[in-house]
């Protein structure tokens, strides 16, 4: 699903945005540091089970969206990113709880060529 510089860039970042949304539709939205082996995004932590992000999968809202994102230069100024909307579970390994996402649609922007502002967002894939 992800070119080579897609891939390149996510493995450059350090932090993402994840959004999921609770039992009574409440959406939640928070930086999280991550994995990523070249396909999905696997997220654990100290105690995942007592987040948010974690209840809510776990309670069946299993549709998630995160976003990548940063500016390669102010000036000129030049955003890229990519958003994500996909699935997540809630795996274990290593005796730990994990959230595997599994991407199910992108949009990137300024990672295969650089953008300025008034050429945001390139076509979804997927």
């Known amino acids: 699903m992800f070119t080579e510089k897609e891939i390149a860039?996510?493995?450059?970042?350090?932090?993402l945005r994840?959004?999921?949304?609770?039992?009574?539709?409440?959406?939640?939205?928070?930086?999280?540091?991550?994995?990523?082996?070249g396909d999905r995004f696997l997220?654990?932590?100290?105690?995942?089970?007592?987040t948010l992000k974690y209840k809510n999968v776990q309670s069946g809202n299993d549709l998630v969206a995160l976003v990548l994102d940063d500016l390669a230069s102010v000036n000129p100024w030049m955003p890229r990113g990519i958003k994500i909307h996909g699935k997540a579970e809630i795996?274990?390994?290593?005796g730990r709880k994990i959230m595997l996402i599994t991407p199910?649609?992108?949009?990137?922007?300024?990672?295969?060529?650089?953008?300025?502002l008034g050429h945001f967002r390139k076509a979804a894939r997927g």
Request: avoid cysteine; aromatic fraction near 12%.
């Open 104 to 116: 199910q649609r992108l949009w990137s922007w300024g990672i295969e060529e650089a953008v300025g």
């Open 43 to 50: 997220i654990s932590g100290f105690d995942i089970p007592k």
């Open 9 to 15: 860039y996510i493995k450059s970042q350090h932090i």
């Open 91 to 94: 795996i274990e390994k290593d």
């Open 18 to 37: 994840l959004a999921t949304v609770s039992k009574s539709l409440q959406p939640d939205v928070a930086p999280l540091v991550f994995q990523f082996d």
